[in-house]
């Protein structure tokens, strides 16, 4: 007769393997745009995050937004597309709090023109170590097309 241990221990592992390969499967977004916009009449906005191993293993990232619309999450190495109309925009950046978007650490104004593209570089750096605590910076910023077109 199996016990009810060996049985309950088998049932949290398979719980657990399928938690960990389902957090692993996960597929890029879609762009995301303005309704109504093609591409002739809007402009690119390219936001990314380069790859670093300082934050890499943090499950938790900054929430994008640009004026009021939630774009996406933007992890370790990750880009977000997003299309706007011509004019002034805002990309503003929220620290992730228990998974929700907590207060602002980024702020970038972009004027747009149609035919366009603009990158977006965010990047939290390593600044030292208080006490065991790795400490960081934040900082978001409008590139230009040589470095934003690196993307990483």
Request: aromatic letters at 10%; one cysteine or more; a positive charge.
């Amino acid at each position: 007769m199996v016990s009810l241990r060996r049985v309950f221990s088998r049932f949290i592992m398979a719980v657990f393997i399928s938690l960990v390969i389902s957090s692993c499967v996960t597929g890029a977004p879609a762009p995301v745009a303005e309704p109504g916009l093609s591409h002739a009449d809007s402009a690119l906005l390219q936001i990314y995050r380069p790859s670093q191993f300082f934050h890499a293993a943090n499950p938790e990232s900054p929430f994008v937004y640009v004026g009021d619309q939630l774009v996406g999450n933007l992890r370790v190495g990750a880009m977000l597309q997003y299309r706007v109309r011509p004019g002034s925009h805002v990309v503003v950046l929220r620290q992730s709090l228990l998974f929700m978007p907590a207060y602002e650490i980024g702020r970038v104004e972009i004027t747009s023109e149609a035919g366009k593209t603009y990158y977006v570089r965010y990047s939290y750096d390593m600044t030292g170590i208080v006490g065991t605590y790795p400490q960081g910076r934040s900082s978001l910023h409008q590139v230009d097309q040589q470095t934003g077109g690196l993307l990483r």
